[in-house]
């Protein structure tokens, strides 16, 4: 199953990882020694000329990250420091270790907002320890799948790996977690957590029941209703470099650009799909959808070669050039896709496949108000009565569009992910009843010790992603664990996606009537 699950995976990935250079973190390219001699009297040169005063100090203004000071004299940004020449990469000691926006008189912003409301699902996804606490041996259960463990003690990261993971999801994952503790120097408690980075659930709830049931806490990127697997945001927020896809900050700003090339009205009226059928049944069952000369089922249905697509330089797969028809279609690949975020932040109509998984915000969102539910047992269908009755009731169509696009841009704009992690870790630290202790041997990890030794897309995609400095802000209020609330959103999601169903149904019924 594991060899099955590290190449079938998700869309984005057709065997892609065996011929990208793999996880270059962890292999130190030795610099060419010319490079370096180029690069140094490059550096003399420009020095020299800075020096001599040749260059107006606003040129450099737009390229250098040379840290500017705030009135106290503290630098207010903190960019990448990698050691020159054989030195061995350090962590900086002069990072802020406390989190205090107060303080700053040209940052004001103390205000408290309470955090969305997806953000309860963590209460839902901690209450089997609710009662019990976490122990250590709980954790150590854990590991069977694990591939690596996180300590963070004193606002520190120490990370203990145990297996390879796919691509490069584990460090992008440590990424992104090294920049929370940037945002929030010292803010969240000490913790131990294990994260596996394969795609499905792993903890089956119905071996964990009863008051001494126990379950190993164990962190991963989706979850689904028969498994207590923790849902953690996936890599891709930091980027993800072998599909060519940017950090989620940028990447937002383009789909927006992208959104307002094109008005949903003017946009193609039929629902469109771009991806790789071959990690799962249901894919494939899709594309039987796909316009022929026998049948139309408004449906416009693509496939998508990493291969190709890498050899030309991802021309065709540009996020932000997909937002061009009124309806695009989200469905499943091996476990949930990474594809989803990207395909609900376009105005159009997400016609939603039913799923099996999720991942930690799609609890929030609803049928009908933010995507159109499809059927999963007879999916073409289902397709073209949405897309008619999009198309009859355009403005209607188009608020779903819109409010799902909403969602994912201001809810689950960056800011928002790191908050989620941080409550999802600070609550999730509450819970353990012992003391976590940095693992022997472990080296601390910070972004220079990742960041410096690579190269290509994967740093680019590091300094794009990196937190310079702490947050002007603190978190959003994290709402209280209120099951009535879950409980109510479940009953919506059902009705309205009970209500879709009769009115297609009725469709149907009409139509063969008829015939
Ligand atoms: C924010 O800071 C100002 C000035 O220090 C203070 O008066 C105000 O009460 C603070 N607001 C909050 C919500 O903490
Ligand atoms: C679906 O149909 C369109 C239009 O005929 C075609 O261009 C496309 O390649 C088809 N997709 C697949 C996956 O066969
Ligand atoms: C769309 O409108 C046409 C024309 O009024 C009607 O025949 C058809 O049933 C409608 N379809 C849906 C799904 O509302």
């Given amino acids: 199953m594991r060899e099955k699950e590290k190449y079938a995976n998700d869309i984005w990935h057709s065997g892609f990882e065996r011929y990208l250079t793999k996880q270059p973190w962890r292999t130190v390219k030795k610099r060419d020694a010319a490079t370096v001699l180029v690069a140094f009297f490059l550096i003399l040169f420009l020095g020299a000329l800075v020096f001599v005063g040749w260059f107006d100090a606003s040129v450099f203004r737009g390229i250098s990250r040379k840290p500017t000071l705030t009135p106290t004299g503290m630098p207010s940004e903190f960019p990448l420091r990698c050691a020159t020449g054989n030195l061995k990469q350090t962590c900086p000691e002069n990072y802020p270790t406390k989190h205090n926006p107060t303080t700053n008189p040209d940052r004001p912003s103390n205000l408290t907002s309470t955090c969305p409301s997806y953000f309860q699902w963590i209460h839902d996804d901690l209450r089997h320890w609710k009662e019990t606490g976490i122990t250590q041996d709980m954790i150590e259960r854990a590991r069977k799948t694990a591939h690596f463990r996180l300590v963070i003690v004193n606002g520190k990261a120490y990370v203990e790996k145990y297996r390879q993971s796919i691509q490069t999801r584990d460090m992008f994952t440590l990424w992104g977690i090294l920049q929370l503790l940037r945002l929030y120097p010292g803010r969240l408690p000490d913790l131990e957590l294990m994260f596996d980075c394969d795609d499905r659930p792993v903890i089956p709830s119905k071996h964990f029941r009863g008051p001494n049931a126990a379950p190993p806490p164990l962190f991963r990127y989706c979850s689904d209703w028969q498994s207590l697997d923790i849902v953690f945001p996936d890599w891709s927020f930091w980027g993800w470099a072998e599909t060519n896809i940017r950090p989620w900050k940028n990447l937002l700003k383009e789909i927006k650009e992208g959104n307002s090339r094109t008005k949903w009205k003017d946009r193609t009226p039929y629902a469109y799909w771009r991806g790789n059928p071959w990690v799962s049944p249901i894919r494939q069952d899709l594309l039987k959808c796909n316009v022929s000369e026998q049948n139309d089922w408004n449906t416009r249905l693509y496939l998508q070669d990493w291969v190709k697509q890498s050899k030309e330089g991802y021309r065709e797969s540009n996020l932000q050039d997909q937002c061009t028809h ?8 091996w476990a949930w896709s990474v594809s989803e975020k990207y395909i609900l932040a ?11 998984y999720h991942d930690f915000f799609i609890r929030g969102m609803v049928p009908l108000q933010h995507y159109w539910p499809i059927r999963d047992n007879s999916k073409c269908t289902s397709l073209k009565f949405a897309v008619e009755w999009g198309n009859n009731h355009t403005k209607e169509a188009q608020a779903i569009g819109e409010a799902a696009s909403n969602f994912i841009h201001e809810d689950m704009k960056i800011d928002y992910v790191y908050d989620y992690i941080f409550h999802l870790l600070n609550e999730y630290a509450k819970l353990l009843k012992f003391k976590p202790k940095i693992p022997p041997g472990a080296d601390e990890l910070c972004p220079e010790t990742m960041a410096c030794p690579t190269n290509g897309i994967h740093r680019k995609f590091m300094e794009e992603s990196m937190v310079l400095s ?46």
């Fill in 326 to 333: 009124r309806y695009k279609i989200y469905i499943e690949g």
């Fill in 346 to 356: 376009c105005d159009s109509v997400t016609l939603y496949v039913r799923p099996r």
């Fill in 470 to 515: 702490p947050s002007d802000a603190i978190p959003c209020t994290l709402p209280p664990h209120d099951p009535s609330v879950l409980g109510s959103l479940r009953d919506r999601k059902d009705k309205s996606t009970k209500q879709v169903e009769s009115w297609e149904n009725e469709y149907w019924e009409k139509l063969s009537k008829k015939q």
